[in-house]
């Protein structure tokens, strides 16, 4: 049936990711000839050392260090791009787009720069780019999000889509670990990088948060709209106080809609410990979805990794296989609806938690309580405790109800000036 003997493949990138699509794509050579209707050929690999030694075999012919092996190959038609990083995985995806060959990637932070970018280019070479594995590696989340969940509405994404962070956090909380001995614990395990800046920081969530919030609102949302805090302020009393309060402490990535104005947003919160968020462990990813018709829906599993992320790699290459060999032309195009507008992170309303370290004094609360007062911030509950004798301290925490963020902040600062505050040790936003 269909019109092709054979498909060409060229991979750029053999670590991680490459290599266990390179597995799969050899040991499940005849299944997925069969799902596409005529066999994959693999005929390039590029690496940047042709001595390094692999986890997976491969013939040495295929191996290269020359881009344009690939991207000048006639007879490829798919190029994976697992090489990572911006520069040059970006300039290499615009020369494939550009001779006509269709693109997979599992690349978040070019997605997330420059998507809407290459997928009108793809559009007008009349070829497709296809990136399932950008975000949350092995789940299903951009097909979805581009097909199933079409018919609604969405009004938020919550999100646990870092899993070096999520294992961090766990290790927190059930352990009472201090974040420096859990990142080197995630570090010593594989989870974290020796720099784990982009992880801790928000950094990756923020990429992966753009990619799903322009897909969910039909909006071009880019990393630089998202606001983004990290997990390093954490301590073991902030965990402590979340338990004793009913809630458990993520890193989400959060996207709303109201009213045609999006808010995106990656930072620690306090979520109650009775939700299905709450009790996603380790190194696992889950992503809740809140659509008209649908209500609510979750979608959970290994956010990456070579196997789980192979899965959806292998999945998008099947995908265009099948259109190459059936001679069908459906390239993807971004559906952008007009006017909507992405609120700066002092427009947005939530619930807070406060840890101060105060004097141990009486009219101490009355003093803060006064400066939240007059911005409109009421208190929802108190706990005032662990009075240190030797340095004459007290530790207050504060829950609020709903308030204004720029309110907040100018509270936190008007708090952090009197004489009788030691230090604003943290302060999480709530999310019920
Ligand atoms: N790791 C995960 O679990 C995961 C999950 C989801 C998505 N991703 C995404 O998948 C992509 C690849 O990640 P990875 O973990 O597989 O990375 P990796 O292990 O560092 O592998 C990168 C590969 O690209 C090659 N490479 C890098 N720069 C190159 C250059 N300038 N020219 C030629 N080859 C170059 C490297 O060659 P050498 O081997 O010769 O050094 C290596 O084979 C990234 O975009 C990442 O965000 C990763």
């Known amino acids: 049936m269909g019109k092709r003997e054979s498909i060409g493949i060229g991979l750029m990138g053999l670590g991680v990711i490459g290599g266990g699509v390179a597995k799969a794509l050899m040991e499940r050579e005849e299944a997925i000839a069969s799902q596409v209707g005529c066999p994959l050929r693999l005929r390039k690999i590029l690496v940047r050392d042709l001595a390094k030694r692999r986890v997976v075999e491969v013939e040495p012919h295929l191996l290269t260090t020359d881009p344009r092996q690939i991207i000048d190959d006639p007879e490829i038609d798919i190029v994976i791009e697992v090489i990572g990083g911006e520069s040059p995985a970006l300039e290499l995806i615009k020369e494939a787009i550009l001779k006509g060959k269709h693109v997979v990637t599992a690349n978040k932070e070019v997605i997330s720069k420059h998507g809407p970018e290459l997928i009108s280019l793809a559009q007008t070479k009349g070829v497709d780019i296809l990136y399932e594995a950008s975000v949350g590696g092995g789940i299903p989340l951009i097909a979805p999000f581009k097909q199933d969940l079409l018919a609604n509405k969405i009004s938020a994404i919550y999100a646990i889509i870092n899993g ?10 059930s352990e009472g670990l201090d974040f420096s001995s859990a990142l080197k614990q995630a570090q010593k395990m594989g989870y ?3 720099d784990p800046t982009n992880d801790i920081e928000g950094i990756d969530a923020a990429y992966k948060l753009a990619i799903l919030a322009t897909l969910a609102f ?6 630089q709209d998202v606001y983004h805090e990290g997990i390093s302020r954490l301590s073991s009393r902030d965990f402590r106080y979340a338990r004793e309060l009913g809630y458990a402490i993520k890193l989400l990535a959060i996207a709303k809609e109201k009213d045609a104005s999006i808010e995106v947003r990656v930072h620690p919160v306090f979520i109650p410990e009775d939700l299905l968020l709450a009790k ?16 609510r829906v979750m979608f959970y599993g290994q956010g990456a990794g070579a ?46 938690y406060l840890r101060l370290s105060t004097v141990d004094r009486p009219g101490v609360l009355a003093q803060i309580s006064k400066i939240l007062g007059d911005l409109q911030i009421s208190i929802s509950s108190v706990i005032q405790r662990e009075t240190d004798v030797a340095t004459g301290s007290a530790q207050i925490v504060l829950m609020s109800y709903p308030a204004q ?6 509270a936190l600062k008007e708090i952090e000036r009197l004489e009788v505050v030691k230090e604003i040790s943290n302060f999480i936003r709530v999310e019920d």
Request: no cysteine.
């Open 192 to 194: 974290a990088e020796p």
């Open 218 to 223: 039909h909006t071009v949302v880019r990393p």
């Open 164 to 173: 070096t962070t999520n294992y961090i956090l766990t290790r927190m909380a």
């Open 307 to 352: 196997f789980p992320t192979s899965s959806a790699v292998i999945a998008d290459v099947i995908d265009l296989g099948q259109r190459i060999n059936l001679g069908v032309s459906i390239t993807s195009s971004l559906r952008l609806d007009p006017g909507k507008r992405i609120k700066p992170i002092s427009e947005i309303e939530t619930r807070y």
């Open 280 to 295: 996603v462990e380790g190194v696992y990813n889950a992503v809740q979805v809140e659509g008209d018709l649908v209500g």
């Open 405 to 410: 963020e720029w309110a907040m902040q100018r």
